[in-house]
């Protein structure tokens, strides 16, 4: 991160992590600037990549998706072509939410979000009948207890 970023700042980006959209005019009153200084520190806060995109957050239950289920994968294969056709597979499914390469015993988790068990094993048998894996465990969500918080800034 290039840009230090102050309390004000950091106030900003408090705002707009919980209200997403609000009115350049709302910010600014919320942190107690003029506009044009609000829309240049959000300039410079784009800019710098701190603000990567704006997004809405959607709720998952209301759209039916309500199972989630977190996959641990272990493959024996390490290349670099093995990985690519992997990640591509991966990428190309939208009900996979979440995709990180972990240390330890997996080396890959996944964050699933689906209708219900059958729609989950749709995902699963296009990932298996694509890439090769050596192990994989699922982890059925009973309840959300915090989903998506916001960053600690």
């Given amino acids: 991160m290039s840009r230090i970023i102050d309390q004000t700042d950091r ?27 609000c829309w240049r520190r959000l300039n410079a806060l784009r800019e710098s990549g701190i603000i990567s995109h704006d997004t809405v957050r959607l709720n998952a239950q209301a759209l039916g998706l309500t199972l ?5 994968m272990r493959t024996r294969h390490h290349s670099h072509e093995w990985f690519e056709t992997f990640r591509k597979v991966v990428v190309s499914i939208p009900n996979i939410v979440d995709f ?6 997996y080396d890959y988790l996944l964050k699933v979000v689906a209708c219900d068990m059958n729609d989950f094993d749709r995902v699963y048998q296009q ?27």
Wanted: net charge negative; glycine share 4%.
């Fill in 11 to 37: 106030a900003i980006l408090r705002i707009l992590q919980k209200q997403g959209t609000p009115s350049q005019r709302e910010l600014a009153e919320q942190v107690g600037l003029s506009q044009n200084a």
């Fill in 68 to 72: 989630t289920v977190f996959v641990l």
């Fill in 127 to 153: 990932i298996i009948s694509k890439v090769e894996l050596d192990a994989i465990t699922s982890y059925m969500t009973m309840e959300t207890l915090a989903d998506n918080r916001d960053l600690p800034v």
């Fill in 100 to 105: 990180y390469r972990i240390a330890g015993e």
